[in-house]
């Protein structure tokens, strides 16, 4: 490989130019052909920019066909391209900028577009190799400092390729597309996925039930988180005959259900074929296309991708729950301009330690158990505690803050939040576990004050004011045991 990725992408769809890509009602289609001489304008108008291979290139776009042809442009160009969700306040995205150290930052779609239209397209494709940078996406930290995991042109392209042959993608397929195009899921997943086969995608701004449920009918492949398909299961047509065409469903972001997973099954008489993957590593496991897909699994290590599970000693173990860790070419460099956290996230011989715990079978197959950090998966998004929990003590009705993930029937997870009140506040004290959810009392439109600068998604779904929060002997908090005694707050 001597051109990167999109060269990679671009051998595939080639043939197919004239082929429809991205179809989204109510506007006129976009062919590969469209989409690629698009994407030229985009590399001409980043050179404009300034922008050269090696550059980081910082996006918050709404999703958009011009926001997809920006990506292959940046591929194209061998920059490095740079997502942020939408939902990200302009406070979090100044600390992307400032840690990504971009040569342009894209956040204006209007500007782009009409850049777009003026510029000289640039044909070329830059000659960058397997091991250079393609992408840093941004996750969290348990310290709430986010780190960006880098990914290379390799990584991209042995997922994408791998993925592409495992779930059988054909160009005859059709993808409904509803996920956002700023996380390694809509991405990386979903995109390349469908490109390298020239398959035509439903391109959804973004996921209405009533909506996917109408395309639905043309789809012949569709990806989601568990929310997507627990919504879709509140709607009475979603049922067999609105699947008629679908041939796999796909889960993916964060655990489904076995519950979850029965249901669709009865309702639609398709298995969702659950895979696990992270920012850092692309996709590590899927349940087989072919061959039993075990509910509550997310089945083997795709091909190429070795899969371990170790006890607390680092030894290998089948059988017994411990930290899952993966090795293979899916597996992305290390964090950008953190040594630090690379070095604390790898052992030796290549190995990278995922952060979450699971059980691997005789037969390979993988059952995540949780997680050794305390991050919360809410609606697919990933939310570490910290950046709440220090938001929320700053704040001078605040003594201290605990913030957990607690079941939630749509979200999978709930941000919540357990605060103890300042005793000298002005608000006074609050009765022990007052729940202040359908209250509109001061000091919870304060609290919300104090997280304006974090985005809406990460905010508390609810605000329990507590007496005090259990610790251990050492004076630990103990998280676990407030989601024990919690685990209905939300009516599961
Ligand atoms: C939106 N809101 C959320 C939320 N999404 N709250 C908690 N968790 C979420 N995930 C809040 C908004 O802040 C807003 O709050 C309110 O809900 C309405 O906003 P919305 O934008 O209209 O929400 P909605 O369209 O309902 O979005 C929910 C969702 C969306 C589940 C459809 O979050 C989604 O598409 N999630 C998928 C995320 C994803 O792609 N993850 C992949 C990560 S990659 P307020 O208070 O302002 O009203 C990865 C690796 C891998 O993890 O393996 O795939």
Request: negative net charge; aromatic residues 8%.
């Amino acid at each position: 490989m001597d051109y990167g990725f999109f060269g990679v992408l671009r051998e595939r769809f080639a043939s197919g130019m004239q082929r429809p890509m991205l179809r989204a009602p109510g506007r006129p289609t976009a062919t590969y052909g469209d989409i690629d001489a698009r994407s030229e304008r985009a590399a001409g108008w980043l050179r404009s920019q300034g922008v050269t291979p090696g550059d980081r290139v910082v996006v918050q776009l709404t999703k958009s066909m011009d926001a997809v042809a920006l990506y292959l442009g940046v591929l194209r160009l061998g920059a490095v391209y740079v997502p942020l969700n939408t939902a990200y306040t302009n406070a979090e995205v100044d600390w992307f900028v400032n840690d990504a150290e971009p040569a342009a930052v894209v956040r204006d779609a209007d500007a782009l577009t009409s850049g777009l239209d003026r510029t000289q397209p640039w044909g070329d494709i830059a000659a960058v190799g397997p091991e250079d940078l393609a992408a840093l996406v941004y996750t969290s930290g348990t310290t709430g400092r986010p780190k960006g995991a880098m990914l290379t042109h390799g990584n991209l392209a042995s997922n994408a390729l791998t993925l592409n042959k495992a779930w059988a993608f054909e160009p005859d397929d059709v993808l409904l597309h509803a996920l956002p195009v700023f996380h390694v899921h809509g991405l990386m997943v979903a995109l390349h996925t469908a490109m390298l086969s020239a398959c035509e995608m439903i391109f959804l701004d973004r996921f209405n039930p009533g909506e996917v449920l109408a395309c639905l009918p043309d789809a012949t492949v569709m990806m989601g988180v568990p929310t997507y398909y627990s919504r879709l299961m509140a709607l009475d047509g979603f049922d067999e005959s609105a699947c008629g065409r679908i041939r796999l469903f796909v889960s993916g972001s964060a655990p489904m259900t076995a519950a979850l997973h029965r249901a669709v099954a009865e309702r639609t008489g398709h298995e969702v074929l659950e895979r696990y993957g992270m920012s850092e590593t692309l996709m590590i496991t899927s349940n087989p296309y072919h061959g039993p897909r075990v509910a509550g699994t997310v089945g083997p290590a795709l091909a190429g991708v070795e899969v371990r599970v170790c006890d607390d000693d680092g030894t290998p173990v089948i059988d017994q729950a411990g930290m899952v860790q993966v090795r293979g070419p899916n597996v992305g460099p290390g964090y950008w301009r953190r040594t630090d956290a690379t070095a604390q996230s790898r052992l030796a011989e290549g190995w990278f330690i995922t952060g979450d715990v699971g059980r691997l079978d005789a037969h390979g197959r993988l059952t995540l158990e949780g997680r050794s950090s305390d991050m919360i998966i809410s609606g697919g998004l990933n939310v570490y505690p910290t950046e709440i929990e220090q938001a929320l003590d700053a704040h001078s009705a605040v003594a201290e803050s605990a913030v957990v993930g607690l079941a939630h029937p749509d979200l999978g997870e709930a941000v919540t939040a357990f605060v103890v009140p300042k005793l000298e506040t002005a608000h006074g004290n609050r009765p022990p576990e007052h729940d202040t959810t359908d209250d509109s009392s001061p000091p919870e439109h304060d609290l919300v004050a104090a997280l304006g600068d974090l985005a809406r998604f990460k905010h508390p779904k609810r605000y329990v004011w507590v007496d005090e929060l259990p610790r251990n002997a050492m004076g630990k908090i103990l998280k676990a045991e407030l989601r024990i005694r919690y685990t209905d707050l939300y009516g599961n």
